[in-house]
T-cell receptor, first 115, second 114 residues
Framework: GAVVSQHPSRVICKSGTSVKIECRSLDFQATTMFWYRQFPKQSLMLMATSNEGSKATYEQGVEKDKFLINHASLTLSTLTVTSAHPEDSSFYIC???????????FGQGTRLTVV | EDQVTQSPEALRLQEGESSSLNCSYTVSGLRGLFWYRQDPGKGPEFLFTLYSAGEEKEKERLKATLTKKESFLHITAPKPEDSATYLCAVQAGAGGTSYGKLTFGQGTILTVHP
């Protein structure tokens, strides 16, 4: 199968601090990874697309200096929420896709709470 | 702009009561239409990919179909463990500004009562 592992599953941080979320493809090489944000009872909103070894492409309205994305290897991408504020509290989900594939497989998500 | 609309927003079924979920879409050159299942507090779980009108795919009690404007997810004799949010997403083909990205619908919350 195609397994994507996301860590941590839950994190609580203080306002003004930064938090890093990891997304790993466990049994395949992910040339492309995606980061989404999901508010309660809403669908997934794409934040950014990252290709291994390249800078991430951010969707309109997403602050790239606030949401730092690194995709340094074919199995790992990280999302760092910098200077987090309560309005950044949300469910963050990553997905990963092989080169040439259409299907993307999702991690289990990270519930971020900023207090 | 690619758009995906799912209906109904919520669906309550009795165990064994078959039904269908709808996903209407507009996309600049469809590369693929995807169905995912999402349980509360979890990431989406991949179910199906459909590529062209007329295509059908089945998995256990689920069957997905595709036309040029919409997709249906048919659930036959559902069980309580089928309760989840079902998400539909489209991926645009080459040439569009949203190439490679998934655009998701709002989802249908399915509840199956025993």
């Amino acid at each position: 199968g195609a397994v994507v592992s996301q860590h941590p599953s839950r994190v609580i941080c203080k306002s003004g601090t930064s938090v890093k979320i990891e997304c790993r493809s466990l049994d395949f090489q992910a040339t492309t990874m995606f980061w989404y944000r999901q508010f309660p009872k809403q669908s997934l909103m794409l934040m950014a697309t990252s290709n291994e070894g390249s800078k991430a492409t951010y969707e309109q309205g997403v602050e790239k200096d606030k949401f730092l994305i690194n995709h340094a290897s074919l199995t790992l991408s990280t999302l760092t929420v910098t200077s987090a504020h309560p309005e950044d509290s949300s469910f963050y989900i990553c997905s990963a896709r092989r080169a040439g594939a259409t299907e993307a497989f999702f991690g289990q998500g990270t519930r971020l709470t900023v207090v | 702009e690619d758009q995906v609309t799912q209906s109904p927003e919520a669906l309550r079924l009795q165990e064994g009561e078959s039904s269908s979920l709808n996903c209407s879409y507009t996309v600049s050159g469809l590369r693929g239409l995807f169905w995912y299942r999402q349980d509360p507090g979890k990431g989406p779980e991949f179910l199906f990919t459909l590529y062209s009108a007329g295509e059908e795919k089945e998995k256990e009690r689920l069957k997905a179909t595709l036309t040029k404007k919409e997709s249906f997810l048919h659930i036959t004799a559902p069980k309580p463990e089928d309760s989840a949010t079902y998400l539909c997403a489209v991926q645009a083909g080459a040439g569009g500004t949203s190439y490679g990205k998934l655009t998701f619908g709002q989802g249908t919350i399915l509840t199956v009562h025993p």
